[in-house]
């Protein structure tokens, strides 16, 4: 027997302490409870507690009519409610049948990618807080903030944004809009460069980030991973090319996708994905066509204020439509966007009524924050702080 | 990959436990027995490429004999193609084989069913409530809890509707 074996024989059994990250930690960035097992400064084990602002929207769309619905969506990931209300409503509309046409499209496109950016910019910046650099959070979310207006121009709201209506927007995109669209598209890749060359290639961050938090590409399919996270993997998954929408086929655009699944890949998933987006939205924004920006589908569309106020017909129609007394097809559908953490499903079954018999509302981070547990074993505490923050988890989408 | 290409493979093996195969619905829809439908469900991903559980949820219908289904949605990457399965089980016996051992992305979309509506996934490692209080003595999202107070009386809108 060496020496080795002695020792360890009479060595006391390994005691564990408990560690609870949450639910109110800076560092969690959302209301939601981790109880990490720890060896000293190592992770043995976690255990996640989520449920803490669960506010039961799919009991409560069963009670609302479909355009009702919206604002519940906003609340969802409400980084990105436009691409939530958009997807809704592009579920509603597969319902009914309804065809958009390509300016609808493409205003749909400039809102969701807008969207988009502002939900990288937000969680990669994050990822930059939680590594100790505050400088890159601070300078990006000036943009964040353009983006922001670009918002309040569309639909007159900044952050749960209930932007656009069943059938296209309420409001047509504005002169205004599209120049400060413009201003945002010519400001940000300067700040995103500068926002890369802070971090991308920085050793503390690389050091901090490279083999931190992976996941192979097997156990992030296994595990339902969709968007940045899967893509960081190395699965070329992105619902816009796999099953295209809102006519995202007439554009040609890069699905970035990382090596190693782990936190540094993340993030330069994500920030390859907002010059794609930056490209987009320049894209649509040029080839905008001309035409209505509404569909005025039958059981949706409201008729204008004006007329509902002098004219007898456009009220009777007013009133009908908020009343819910309209025709929706008994069936079911399945409608899937790519949000800003992956795919964002509508799943809706209706029974012909006014209001959806059954919703279900498939949350990216909800299904991969499971996986949470797996991907810190073994590593130190402040490696989980920056994996949780690279997963994107939204607190708002992780519990409904 | 065609609609018919997967209810020819499944037949075979499976034509007692298919109940219904709906065409119409935007994706290949399929009824299936309860104590079939982890083997369906594992053929499905391991010969037909099935290997992405998209989503996995509950619905309740009061009137059926078999109150209470869940529907789960798959996707094939490779051909991408999606399909829907449905199995049904009555609210005195809500049993259906966890998928946890298949899929590691189930374990909480069937906590989550459990919490909703009180399926009971046999063989799930850690069948609790997710979303709502562990105190909770009833499902909430079967349709005999109306999100109203039935017993206001200051609010009556029978007129609109609803």
């Given at each position: 027997m060496n020496n080795d074996d002695n020792k360890n024989s009479i060595e006391e059994p390994k005691s564990y302490n408990t560690l609870n990250l949450g639910p109110t930690h800076p560092a969690t960035h959302g209301i939601f409870q981790n109880v990490l097992t720890m060896d000293g400064e190592k992770i043995v084990d976690a255990e996640q507690t989520i449920g803490y602002i669960h506010r039961a929207f799919e009991k409560i769309a069963e009670r609302r009519a479909y355009y009702q619905i919206t604002p519940l969506t906003d609340r969802m990931n409400y980084c990105s409610s436009p691409i939530n209300n958009i997807g809704w409503h592009l579920a509603v509309e597969k319902l009914l049948g309804v065809e958009t046409n390509k300016r609808i499209d493409y205003m749909r496109i400039i809102a969701m990618e807008l969207a988009r950016i502002a939900d990288h910019l937000v969680c990669n910046s994050v990822i930059g807080v939680d590594s100790g650099a505050l400088t890159g959070f601070v300078y990006v979310f000036q943009e964040r903030e353009k983006i922001n207006e670009v918002y309040e121009e569309l639909c007159g709201a900044r952050l749960t944004t209930h932007l656009g209506c069943i059938g296209g927007f309420e409001r047509d995109i504005t002169p205004k809009a599209i120049s400060k669209i413009r201003t945002v598209?010519?400001?940000?890749?300067?700040?995103?460069?500068?926002?890369?060359?802070?971090?991308?290639?920085?050793?503390?961050?690389?050091?901090?980030?490279?083999?931190?938090?992976?996941?192979?590409?097997?156990?992030?399919?296994?595990?339902?991973?969709?968007?940045?996270?899967?893509?960081?993997?190395?699965?070329?998954?992105d619902v816009r090319v796999m099953e295209p929408y809102s006519s995202y086929q007439d554009f040609d655009f890069v699905v970035p996708v990382g090596q190693n699944g782990d936190t540094y890949d993340r993030f330069c998933v994500r920030q390859t994905e907002m010059w794609e987006s930056i490209k987009l939205i320049n894209n649509a924004l040029e080839n905008l066509p001309e035409g209505k920006f509404n569909m005025e589908v039958p059981a949706f569309f409201m008729p204008p204020k004006e007329q509902v106020y002098s004219q007898m017909e456009p009220l009777i129609s007013h009133f009908k439509k908020v009343m819910g007394e309209i025709d929706i097809p008994a069936k079911e559908i399945y409608q899937a966007v790519e949000g800003g953490n992956g795919e964002l499903g509508f799943y809706i079954v209706s029974d012909g009524g006014r209001t959806p018999y059954r919703v279900h509302f498939r949350r990216p981070c909800f299904i991969y924050y499971q996986a949470f547990p797996e991907m810190v074993r073994g590593a130190l505490l402040s490696d989980a702080i920056l994996t949780l923050s690279s997963m994107n988890v939204i607190a708002g989408e992780l519990d409904a | 990959m065609e609609n018919a290409t997967i209810i020819d493979f499944l037949i075979p093996d499976f034509s007692e436990k298919i109940l219904l195969v709906d065409e119409s619905a935007d994706i290949l829809t399929l009824i299936v027995d309860s104590s079939a439908a982890k083997n369906i469900i594992r053929t499905l991903k391991e010969q037909l490429n099935f290997f992405f559980l998209t989503d996995l949820c509950g619905i309740h219908y009061p009137e059926q004999e078999k109150e209470l289904g869940v529907i789960y949605h798959l996707h094939n990457l490779l051909d991408n193609k999606r399909i829907r399965i449905k199995a049904f089980v009555t609210k005195e016996n809500p049993q259906v084989e966890s998928l946890t051992d298949i899929f590691s992305g189930a374990n909480w979309m069937e906590r989550e069913t459990y919490d909703f509506y009180g399926i009971e996934f046999t063989g799930h490692p850690n069948l609790k409530r997710i979303l709502n209080v562990d105190y909770m003595d009833y499902f909430p999202m079967r349709k005999e809890y109306p999100l109203e107070d039935a017993t206001r009386t200051d609010k009556d809108d029978k007129f609109f509707g609803r």
């Open positions: 598209m010519k400001s940000l890749p300067k700040v995103l460069h500068e926002f890369e060359n802070l971090l991308m290639r920085n050793r503390i961050f690389m050091d901090r980030t490279i083999n931190v938090g992976g996941i192979s590409a097997e156990r992030a399919l296994n595990y339902s991973f969709t968007g940045p996270c899967l893509r960081a993997a190395g699965v070329d998954y | -």
